[in-house]
């Protein structure tokens, strides 16, 4: 009875909250729905979860991996969208092997320890390790590196092949610098 009754107000909140889907994950392929699914509401998962695409809140303990995401993530040691990512992702910041992966483009905020995004980040990147392809916004993080970015890297070590905006830190490498490719301190280009 008590088990039915939870099930019920779970249901009547994620209802409540516009969710469509329930998503429980153990290890995949065991899962409420399976890999081959799409989740629009809440995934939860414990070890590994696998799923289409995500849209709604998403929290692991472990690992995790989908398609395309839109929504809040929270949680897991290792998070992989394969495809495009908009929404914030948190990871489990404190523990020191957090890795976060988009294999597309990334819209919104990534907080782990490592964050790498394989094409085009909008939004914040905070870690120890950032990286992007082409980034708008801010990298913020002990290392950042992007092919091309168009705003602000702040950290020790900041790298662009492409610089259009300002990097601060103790080293800062930029190749079409205004200055010097290699600057401490402060490095920038402001001619787009």
Known sequence: MKKK???GLLGLSLASFGAESLELGLLSPT????PQTSVKGVRLGLIYTENQNV???DINIIANKKQ???GLSLGSLYDRTEGNFEGAKLGWFLLPITFN???GNMTGVQLGFVNMVEHN???VQVGAANFTGTGTGVQFGFFNKAKQIKGLQLGFVNMAENLQGLQIGLVNMADNSELFEVL?????NFRF
């Not at 899962?31 to 399976?34: D, M, N, R, V, Y």
């Not at 401490?184 to 920038?188: E, G, R, Y």
């Open 184 to 188: 401490p301190i402060l490095n920038f």
């Open 31 to 34: 899962q409420l729905k399976g």
């Open 101 to 103: 992966s988009v294999g």
């Open 5 to 7: 009754l939870l099930l």
């Open 121 to 123: 980040t909008k939004g």
């Open 55 to 57: 849209e709604g809140l």
């Open 68 to 70: 395309n995401f839109k």
